[in-house]
């Protein structure tokens, strides 16, 4: 039997990692899902075949210098061509049921903040929003009776296992991170490793700028800030902790002492399945998790020190204000320029925390200041690239 009944899905950031993972899912399960729009930035092929394939109603290329070729794929097909920022925003404004958030960085803040307006269901990837204008997000989520839906795997397991009718109960939120691949080395051993070292993730199979972030830890640094917007708790109520085989997605800890986890193989597949569904759930073509194969699961606390971006993120958070939307800045220009060669692993740190330390602005009170501070943030985070260059 075939379901009448479809949602439609919009895929912003559709080439990716979590765009291509969504796709998968989707793929599998035709008689659940259509898609209305898909973006990209610059793969157009890429982008033009997955828009033919699932018969897109719209495809958008960020980058506008490929709209020609974009159409010249399209032509003939019925699928809508578009380019540009504001096109973006237009497809994730358009009425589908789901908006995937998957572009990754402050670049995907409009167009999910679009989809947020007409009260969609995001399922938001796109942990950089929440950095750079958690305040204003959550409070437009709030105005519209939009649904926001973690995908970040850490945020989904906090999303199962969250009573948010018994909020006051809880006692702490305990993100767990893999470590990355360097997990374990000291400051000293950090300084001579390479972009393809640093992007060559144990367990996840990510995109670069987020397996750079893993590498840093700065990701979990991000995800602390996005866990405080996302759940009703305070800052000193989230903790990091450091678990290798990321087999135990997050936990919450109740004040009875209960510790309720989520569980599963290292797949982005469960958490955008969950995300897809809800409030069901569906089959996912994932790994089943055999603890008896796995054995033991360890885990120790943070290492601080050698991993300083995990630092610098709390401090952005305790200070408030314009700080984690410079920290998310800085911090994109700083990978920027260890993936291109500029400048080494450890200037990352260096970089984001010299930049923190130049500006002093007010607390974002609209999209326009979040991205006057970015700005800002960008422009002192270059000159400190240009003068930390090899
Ligand atoms: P990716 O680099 O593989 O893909 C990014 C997507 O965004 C691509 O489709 C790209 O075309 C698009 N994009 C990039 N810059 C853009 C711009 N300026 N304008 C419009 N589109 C642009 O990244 P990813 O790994 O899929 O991650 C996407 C987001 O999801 C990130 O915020 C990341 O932190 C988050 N996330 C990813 C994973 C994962 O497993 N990959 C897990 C958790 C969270
Ligand atoms: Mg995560």
Not at 111 to 119: K, L, N, S, W, Y
Not at 182 to 209: C, E, I, Y
Not at 360 to 386: C, H, W, Y
């Amino acid at each position: 039997m075939v379901d009448t009944i479809q949602k439609s899905v919009t895929v912003l950031g559709a080439t990716g990692s979590v765009g291509q993972s969504t796709l998968d899912l989707i793929s599998r399960n035709r008689n659940k899902f259509n898609v209305l729009a898909l973006t990209a930035y610059s793969r157009v092929e890429e982008l033009a075949k997955a828009a033919i394939s699932f018969n897109a109603q719209l495809a958008v290329i960020g980058d506008e210098s490929k709209l020609g070729t974009l159409k010249a794929l399209l032509a003939g097909t019925g699928v809508e061509a578009a380019a540009g920022d504001e096109a973006l925003i237009e497809a994730a404004a358009r009425p589908s049921d789901i908006v995937m958030a998957a572009i990754v960085g402050a670049a995907g803040l409009r167009p999910t903040m679009a989809a947020v307006r007409r009260g969609a269901t995001v399922a938001l990837a796109n942990k950089e929003c929440l950095v750079c204008a958690g305040d204003l997000l959550m409070a437009e989520v709030a105005e519209h009776g939009a649904t926001l839906l973690p995908v970040d795997s850490e945020h989904n397991a906090i999303y199962q296992v969250f009573d948010f009718g018994a909020a006051k109960a809880v006692d702490r939120l305990i993100l767990t991170a893999s470590g990355g691949p360097f997990l374990g080395r000291s400051r000293h051993d950090l300084l001579d490793v390479t972009p393809a070292q640093a992007v060559a993730h144990p367990n996840w199979d990510m995109g670069a700028k987020i397996s750079v972030d893993s590498a840093t830890m700065m990701n979990k640094g991000l995800e602390v800030i996005e866990a405080f917007h996302l759940f009703p708790v305070s800052k000193d109520q989230i903790e990091v902790l450091v678990h290798p085989q990321s087999v135990i997605h997050s936990m919450v800890e109740y004040q009875d002492g209960s510790v309720l986890a989520q569980l599963g193989s290292p797949d982005m597949r469960t958490p955008i399945a969950y995300s897809l569904a809800w409030p069901e759930r569906m089959e996912a073509p994932v790994k089943r998790l055999s603890l008896a194969e796995i054995g033991s699961l360890t885990f120790q606390a943070p290492d601080y020190e050698a991993f300083r971006c995990l630092a610098l993120a709390k401090e952005a958070l305790d200070a408030g204000g314009a700080a984690p939307a410079v920290l998310n800045a800085a911090n994109e220009v700083a990978v920027g320029g260890f993936l291109s060669g500029q400048i080494g692993f450890m200037d990352i740190p260096a970089l984001v925390e010299e930049t923190l330390a130049q500006i002093d602005m007010k607390a974002p009170q609209s999209l326009t200041n979040v991205f006057e501070i970015d700005q800002e943030a960008r422009r002192l985070a270059g000159l400190q690239l240009e003068s930390r260059k090899k």
